[in-house]
Structure formats: C-alpha cells, structure tokens
C-alpha cells in the first residue's frame, strides 16, 4: 500500500465516525412536519375569501411598532348569526377604541368595551349598532352542522387514526378547521385550541353578541366547546395578544389599579372594505388533501431526527392546520 | 288581607323573578372546580419539600416591578440525574446572569447561556460548573418509573374515567404530577402541559445537561414526551415568562437585531439554602384525595351556572393540580 492511499484510508476512516461510509445504508432523515408543509403543492393550498379576513389594529407597543392582527372568521354552517353581527359591529366602526380588557394566564385575552361585561367597569357602556341579529341559545344549533340529522361523516386524515379520539370525544378537521363530533349521532362543532376566537357572554341564555371577543392563549379549554360560540381563529399577529401583561382582577380582567394596562384597539375592518392595495391575502392548506394527511401523520408521529419515541399520535389542537400569505 | 300582608306577598312575588319561590325545587348549583379545591381540608394538601423549589429572578420589569418565578422540582424517581445537575448550576450560581434566549410563541420559553445552544451566539460558551453528573441517553429510562418490572398502577381519580384515554395513550395523575403511561406495560412518565420544565438539549443522544430550561407556553407539546427529560413545573410567576416578547429568529430565539429583548435572570436558588425568612413555602392537592377526585371530575363536567353541555372528559392538561402557598 502507498502512503498515499493509506492517507486516504485513514481520511475515509476519520469521515466514517460522523456520516456513514456508504449513505444508502442509512434510510434519508424523515421530514419534519414543517418540511412536509413546504413542499406542499400549489394546488393544495385553498384560498380564503377576503371577506372573511378582519384587520384589527391594535395602538403601537411601546417602542412605536405597528401591532396588526389578522382574525379568519368561520365560513358556513358554524357560527353565521354571530359572525353576521361582527362584520355589522365592525362596518359600523363599533370596535374602534375599545380595548383589551381581560388577559388571563394560560386562558384567554378579550377585548370590547371596557363598561360592558368587565367587574372594572366604571362608566356606561356603550350604545350597540343597529341591525344586529339577536342570536339566542336555541342559536347554538348553528354550532353544529347537520344538526340531528344526517350529514357527511368528517373526512380521512390520511394514515393518521379516521378520526382523532380524544377526552373530548371524536376530532377531525373539516374544511381547513378542527372540529369536535359525537361517535354515531352526525353533528360536528368547532373547538377550542389555541387562537382560536370566540364571543364572551354572561350566563345562558345569553349568549353573546359580538361585541366582545376572546382567543385563547394558552391549554386547549375544551370545556368550553359547545357552550360558547366559536366564530374564527387569529391567523396572524398572535404575538401581539399572547404576550400581553396579565390582568389581575377577577377572571383576568385588569384590576383598578391595572387601567393603564389596558391595550386600545385602534380600528377592526372586514378585509374586503379595505382599499385593494391594503388587503391582506391568506391561504390554508387543504385539510382533505395529501399533503395535509402526511403532515398530520407526521406531527403525531415525528420521525425527524430529533426524536427518538413517536408519540403514535397528536391532539386535534396539536395538529394546527397551516395558513400562510399567498405567495 | 290586611294590606301589610299584601305588601309582603307582593314582596314575595316580586323576589320570586329573580329566585325561585322555593329553593327546593331546584337543586343547588353545582360547584365550580375552585369552590371544590377551596373547600378541600388541610388535611388533603401535601406539603412540598423546600429543596426541592428554585426561586428564580428575573430582572425588574420596565416599571421596576420585580419578578420572581416559583420552580418545583420533581420528586424521585424521575429525573433525578438532571435536577442534581440543576441543584449543582443553583450552587454554583452559574446560572445568575444567564437571559431568556427564545420566546416561541404557542411553544416554550427557554434561558440559559446565550453563547451555548443559540443559533445567535456571537461570543465563547460560559465553562461549566464542576461535579456535574453525566446524564446520557440511557438516562431517559429515569423518566420512566418502574422500569419495564412490574409497579404499582396510577392511582384511580375518582368518578373519572379512571385512566383518561387520549390521543397519546393512557394518562393519570402520580404523587401531584400529570403521568402518561402505557395500557399495559407499566412504564410511566411525566408530560408536557402548560408551566411544565424541561432540558434543552441538542440532537440525540446528547440529553442536555441541565444548563438550558424551558417551559411550555401553549398547546400542550405532547410529542416532546419521552424524548426530552421534564424536571419540573412552574408553580408561581408564570406570566413573566409567559408574557416576555417573542423571537423572531430561527425556533423562535431572539434574532441578532432583537438582543435587547433578552431578559436576564439575575439569580436562580435552591429555597432551602436561602435564609430561613426568604424561603417560600408550597403544598399541592394530593391527587389521590377525595377533593382532587371531585375536582378532576368537575373539571371535565362543568356543570356550574355558566356551562350548558359538560365535555364528559378532561385532556390530563386541562387539569391542572392545584398549588398554593401554604396558609
């Protein structure tokens, strides 16, 4: 052997104990969920309706940046009657100076007007815009499509369990939103996982109007499934709600001597009233599609080279289905 | 009917709107999962050994408020290799001066060396303290109690499904800690819910050496059990981890334009070596108690006023063991 060639055996020899000699012997690292998402194709990727976006500008932080939040309000069956009332509260600039009243560890942060439905209120709430809808209790139905009657049965997610079983009973996704249902009787609602919003309400049979709204910000509140209205998620600037300063009156509302705490809410527009060059644009990924299904398998079972146990399967709310801007 | 009496039935009519004429018909309102805990005798909490907390402090706010995080530390079995190790950093006060060096929102909120595990570091590591225990892959075994030998089976929670059954198998409480464990291999471990504490490490089989910490500030991150070592939970303070801004470099770490948004950790002590005066003092609800039983099964029926349709179940992260300073 010359000398040369035994330098390359040694080289080869040292390069052996970080990769392996012959890589094909080694299965390629598996795709990390967010891996999967990226290589989604276009066609995969469904388009939401602008008229479904809300634009909420919240006043600048401290340093003076912008803080914009973008809310996906639900397409029909769920939630109509409310989500009716906020474009109505919103067309009707009604949000505009109200403010973030409640933050709550590990619970929600909500926002509307300071005197209405808040142990610190002060003053006289403010007067309702016109042509709201009364959504009464009997209005929860709405919650649940198909009602008792038949309906589709939520669709496959892929190799992933048919449908999620959970302490919350059966979970899918439906049409790019993650959705509670019962074993045999055919009604689905949607569920409480993180940023998704809802309306706040006083004790049934009130059930809330519009004008007050909440994300959750922390462990998914199940409990509140069905008993009250869910009407969108925040697709973006979560940021800017999560990392508020908690309140520390009753319930997270921010004590008296908390008002300076309370962040105001400069504008809330339905995206579609904005001139054309200001609306935003967003897209999920299809919940029904191939893509969807791999990364769902993959985020209950991750496989990526961090891991070491597969968790051999996920929570409905860890499961987040991706939305991006259009590209 | 003299008119006194007429007065006093009229009185009692008009009482009769707001409450029902005779409270019997009506049962009394359930109690909340806080009236229940608020109630449990003294008997039921379980005093936390004082070694076993860390008080860490950050730095004060911008309104110079102090801030103080509350950590306890599992008790054996489980990952008693790295709470060494992190009892030896507290000794050293290796970790006084150390940041928050990642805020990813929906995800956790990580400290440690900003020149060690940091997609940012610019400068040379911080050495690390002597007499620290090597905790290698084999170590994860440490989370698992029991074994694969035969233990005794998580302790039943009252009129609750006596194992909650979720999408990441079978979970109970053990000794004040959220479990998971297998149908019917008797392994169990501790799991990833809201305030819970683990090593930061790198690719495996490096397992972290307790140098780096985080805690989950979102959904529930279950596909980290069992592939990083949890070694405790925040019982107090939570927010001023919860609330820090997020990051906006890779995995959420603080970018090279955000370095101002580190927040220091000015010291981190074992309690008990803190002089007598300063040291705090907790208890947990012991979950095999009759209160937690209750408790546990309200949390996952709510049936006081503000709730229509209990969920008739609970994720184990949805209920959260009761702590509180002792009395």
Avoid at 40 to 51: C, F, K, M, N, R
Wanted: proline residues 10%.
């Amino acid at each position: 052997m010359t000398r040369p060639l035994l330098s390359l055996i040694t080289a080869l020899t040292a390069l052996a104990i970080s990769v392996p000699v012959d890589a094909q012997d080694e299965p390629p690292a598996a795709p990390s969920p967010g891996e999967i998402v990226a290589a989604a194709p276009g066609s995969e990727w469904v388009t939401i309706p602008v008229s479904d976006l809300l634009v909420m500008a919240l006043a600048p932080d401290a340093a003076g940046k912008e803080r914009k939040v973008i809310i996906q309000l639900m397409p029909a069956p769920f939630s109509q009657g409310w989500i009716d009332n906020i474009r109505t509260f919103a067309r009707a600039h009604w949000y505009d100076d109200i403010t973030v009243n409640r933050v709550q560890d590990n619970y929600v942060v909500q926002w509307g007007d300071v005197n209405y439905d808040n142990p610190e209120a002060t003053g006289k709430a403010k007067p309702l815009p016109e042509g709201l809808k009364v959504v009464d209790e009997s209005n929860y139905a709405s919650q649940f499509w198909c009602g008792h009657h038949i309906c589709l049965p939520p669709p496959p997610v892929g190799n992933l369990r048919r449908y999620l079983s959970s302490d919350y009973g059966w979970n899918s996704f439906l049409n790019g939103w993650p959705i509670g249902h019962y074993d045999r009787r055919q009604e689905v609602w949607p569920v409480h996982c993180y940023g998704m919003v809802g309306v706040g309400r006083n004790f049934s049979p009130d059930t809330g109007s519009g004008a007050e709204l909440y994300t959750v910000i922390g462990t998914p509140p199940r409990h509140l499934d069905r008993n009250i209205a869910l009407v969108g998620r925040v697709i973006e600037g979560m940021e800017y709600l999560s990392s508020l300063p908690r309140g520390h009156g009753d319930l997270g509302f921010y004590a008296a001597d908390e008002a300076n705490k309370r962040t105001p809410i400069l504008t809330v527009r339905v995206a579609s009233d904005l001139p054309a060059a200001e609306q935003p644009h967003f897209q999920y990924l299809n919940t029904d599609g191939e893509s969807f299904a791999k990364y769902a398998e993959a985020r209950a079972n991750r496989r990526d080279p961090f891991f070491i146990v597969p968790a051999g399967g996920a929570d409905i709310c860890n499961i987040p289905v991706p939305v991006r801007r259009v590209p």
